[in-house]
């Protein structure tokens, strides 16, 4: 793990207490289905997952680091054999170095094989949201419908809850709809979480794609030009009851949904995700 930070330090810009913050929230919300001999490993390789993924984020959505040529690069580096790529600057090849740390353990997880197929589905999903994200800060793609739909990807839940479950000998796999609608709603809610808590960073960065600064746009609290100035955060401050009443409501799907979960016992995991949204504001100075 620490050679993993190490390299991300050598070209990232984020504050690196997060990914500490980040991995106790990982060791913590863990499916009780995972055999303790995995809850290590598991945390450490979700961290690396969260690295991947603000690497490339911030090609997608940072106002200075955005480039499309290089995201475009990074996004293809889970498919490519090691022998057969060439990265071109120390950005990419960091991407890389990391991307196959978390994969040469996660290919170990007991039930791998199992789940391969939907960890790279899920894992298509992210970066289709990044390029979204991309193209709405760019090309003026952004709307509410695809905004909703493609922004919480880039949590990385479903793939955290996949890796759980390949660590899960019990799981059913007969079960994977109510399982997949129970992670789905899961990365909805904590979305809505860590929104909270970066959208002042991304009204700096002149995100577009943050759900909360496209709203403030459409309601017209804020303009176009308004975007990197921070004067206007007390307007989008008005907009957090919105996203804080959708987060309740998809809580209380989950309570419905986790009942259908027969061979694992997560029942209360919604509480866990209720929790969830609080101690996200703990990471607020961290962003």
């Not at 450490?44 to 490339?56: R, S």
């Amino acid at each position: 793990m620490t050679e993993v930070l190490d390299l991300y330090k050598s070209v990232g810009r984020r504050n690196i207490e997060y990914f500490a913050w980040i991995h106790d929230v990982y060791s913590w919300i863990t499916l009780p289905s995972v055999s303790f001999d995995r809850r290590k490993v598991l945390g450490e390789d979700k961290t690396k997952l969260a690295i991947f993924d603000i690497l490339v984020d911030d090609l997608a959505d940072n106002y200075t680091t955005r480039s499309f040529s290089m995201l475009e690069q990074l996004i293809k580096i889970p498919w490519q054999a090691k022998d057969t790529s060439v990265e071109t600057n120390d950005y990419l090849q960091v991407a890389r170095k990391v991307w196959e740390d978390l994969i040469s353990s996660v290919s170990l997880y007991p039930r791998f094989s199992e789940f391969e197929r939907i960890f790279y589905f899920d894992l298509r999903q992210v970066l289709s949201s990044m390029l979204y994200s991309y193209l709405a800060n760019t090309e003026g793609i952004e709307n509410p419908v695809e905004t909703n739909f493609y922004s919480s990807y880039g949590c990385v839940v479903e793939l955290a809850i996949d890796m759980d479950l390949m660590c899960s000998p019990a799981f059913d796999m007969k079960e994977l709809g109510p399982m997949r609608t129970v992670a789905s709603l899961a990365q909805k809610i904590a979305h809505i979480a860590n929104l909270l808590t970066t959208y002042p960073s991304e009204l700096v960065e002149r995100d577009v794609s943050s759900p909360i600064i496209s709203l403030a746009m459409r309601k017209g609290l804020i303009r176009k030009e308004e975007l990197g100035d921070k004067a206007v955060l007390p307007r989008l401050s008005k907009l957090e009851w919105i996203f804080k009443n959708k987060a309740y409501t998809y809580i209380r799907r989950v309570a419905e949904y986790e009942k259908e979960v027969r061979s694992l016992n997560i029942r209360g995991f919604s509480g866990y995700l209720a929790e969830l949204l609080e101690r996200f504001e703990g990471s607020r100075s961290l962003r």
